[in-house]
């Protein structure tokens, strides 16, 4: 958020929430510049490094080097070349550090662990089990460390090549490595409660109901007395004939209260997550002469959930494009035109195989909730997330479901399976109502529709012409730009939902029903109105070809 110190930037408490304290991509970094917000450019030695995020104004980072890899953070509010486009608030460049004639080079650890922190005031009380011994509030899971190194200097192969003034490099690669807790806390019932006893829910009764203001009443449901109201339970007692057998057999998925602090009687031992984020980053230049760097090349890849060095450069995890290249280079002729290029050819990017939760609007926790989360419209059990364009394909897509629909389809959810194991209502029957997983509606074609790859080519040619005869060092310089010059067609991903045969109509999946699915017929048509076209701001990446004239005059 060091952006926010040039004039006229400011953040909003949400946008400074999203940042970060380390090296780590798709971080949250809007800010609101002269009044405009949401299309700020982020660029990497001037590469865009901002991907589009959920069709929202908000900026994203895309590839983040490692600190000891930068050189220097620039950033312009306003009168920005042509060169950056795409957004009318902040430009934020990242220019990444070259070689030079002498060997320099960096390494660090940075080392954090749960053993090392004091535990949060709200868990002590129960840390050693004092209130619950079956589930104490230990210090919540706190373990990080972050590896790094950066080497540059001349390119040097012994006895073959000796790259002193005249070529350069340097690589950085840094490894984030975290396991932290998301705290969560909430109510659970209490033991009482578990046996009908709620009296704890007010603090003085008269005749058996509680007096206002004091606390809550609860009522009887199905009973409406002569003045239609319902008739409170006394004492805030229901007896254990009342008692519904589904929901005293969901009752055990609740856990017990670990803690009595405030209103809230449960804090999670278990909500925590793992990252593995490796960065690696290549630059390298070329001098034409000993003074001039005519060429420069970088390669950067950052990763997720990888370990391994080796990995985080062949590899992919499931939310990425599997493959990425962006490549850009500029050269000034001599009395001639300054000419810049920049490209990006993105691979298909992956998509979740989620649940349909179009049919049976009121009981989705028994078709979609194979968790038991008590959210629907999970992803299809067997996948991950982003398990579609990479283990799963449109190729395979038609197996995937024939076998789903062999051996997952017409089984029961955790909520379908309690609510039989209370012996209310047996299996067959919930599948009959259909109040279980639903079967897929098969493709109407071989493949499923493919996720669309992104292309895009800008360039840019100016021609600086000095004005030395009104002033020392004036130039007048017009430029034209162009974005997306080969005029690619780009698109959205279509919804990864599976259609069920419920929703499509039909064991086939109907045009019409799957229109816009990847799971619907498989053509141009379907895919038009999901194109990218010409917006603004960062909304603009990959539209129709743009031309845009500049006329720059500098003294």
């Keep these: 958020m060091l952006d926010t110190l040039a004039a006229g930037i400011t953040s909003g408490g949400y946008m400074q929430g999203k940042s970060s304290q380390f090296t780590i991509g798709g971080i949250d970094i809007q800010v609101i510049t002269q009044g405009n917000s949401g299309h700020s450019r982020l660029t990497l030695n001037g590469i865009p490094d901002d991907p589009a995020e959920r069709l929202s104004g908000a900026t994203y980072s895309g590839f983040v080097p490692s600190l000891e890899a930068v050189q220097e953070v620039k950033t312009q509010t306003s009168l920005y070349d ?28 940075v080392f954090q662990n749960t053993y090392l922190n004091a535990n949060n005031y709200e868990r002590v009380p129960n840390q050693n089990g004092a209130i619950n011994p079956a589930s104490p509030t230990r210090r919540p ?16 192969i012994p006895h073959l090549y000796n790259g002193h003034n005249k070529s350069f490099f340097m690589v950085a690669y840094e ?11 909430t109510r659970v019932p209490t033991d009482a409660e578990r046996h009908g006893d709620f009296s704890a829910l007010c603090s003085n009764f008269v005749a058996g109901v509680c007096t206002a203001g004091d606390g809550i009443q609860i009522y009887d449901p199905t009973t409406v007395g002569a003045s239609g109201n319902r008739t409170p339970y006394l004492n805030n007692i229901i007896a254990s004939s009342r008692f519904n057998a589904a929901g005293t057999a969901l009752l055990k998925y609740f856990p017990e209260p670990n803690t009595s602090n405030g209103i809230n009687n449960y804090i999670s031992n278990q909500t925590s997550y793992p990252n ?3 960065s690696f980053i290549v630059r390298v230049d070329q001098a034409c002469r000993c003074d001039v760097i005519c060429v420069s090349a970088i390669i950067f890849r950052g990763e997720g959930d990888i370990g391994l060095l080796l990995r985080a450069w062949l590899r992919s995890q499931r939310s990425d494009h599997k493959h990425q290249i962006s490549f850009g280079g500029s050269a000034t002729l001599k009395y001639g035109p300054r000419i810049s290029l920049l490209a990006h050819f993105f691979s298909a990017s992956p998509s979740t195989l989620t649940l349909d939760t179009t049919s049976l609007t009121n009981g989705q926790v028994f078709q979609t909730d194979v968790t038991g ?10 996948t991950l997330a982003g398990d579609y364009m990479h ?24 909520a379908g399976k309690a609510v039989a194991a209370s012996g209310l209502i047996t ?69 990864s939902v599976l259609q069920n045969t419920t929703a499509a109509g039909f064991t086939t999946n109907s045009g019409t029903a799957g229109f816009g699915n990847i799971t619907g017929l498989n053509n141009l048509t379907t895919q038009a109105s999901k194109r990218t076209v010409r917006g603004i701001g960062t909304f603009d990446q990959g539209a129709q070809r743009t031309v845009e004239y500049q006329l720059h005059l500098n003294f």
């Design 175 to 185: 490894r984030f490595q975290s396991h932290r807790s998301i705290p969560f806390s």
């Design 82 to 109: 042509a060169q950056y486009g795409h957004g009318n608030g902040t430009v934020v460049n990242t220019v990444v550090r070259n070689g030079t004639n002498q060997l320099h080079g960096a390494a660090y650890y």
């Design 391 to 414: 283990r799963v394909k449109p190729t395979n897509l038609g197996a995937f479901i024939t076998n789903y629909n062999n051996t997952v389809a017409n089984t029961l959810t955790p």
């Design 141 to 156: 899971n706190d373990q990080f460390d972050q590896t790094g190194f950066v080497l540059d200097g001349p390119v040097m």
């Design 373 to 382: 989360d008590g959210t629907t419209g999970d992803p299809a059990p067997g």
């Design 276 to 278: 593995s984020l490796p």
């Design 427 to 495: 299996q067959a029957q919930l599948i009959q109502m259909g109040a279980a997983i639903q079967p897929i509606a098969q493709l109407p074609q071989t493949n499923g529709v493919f996720n669309p790859t992104y292309r895009q080519i800008d360039a840019q040619v100016s021609y600086p012409i000095a004005l030395k005869r009104l002033r020392e060092g004036m130039t007048l310089e017009p430029v034209i730009a162009f974005y997306n010059a080969g005029n690619f067609s780009n698109f959205a991903n279509d919804t």
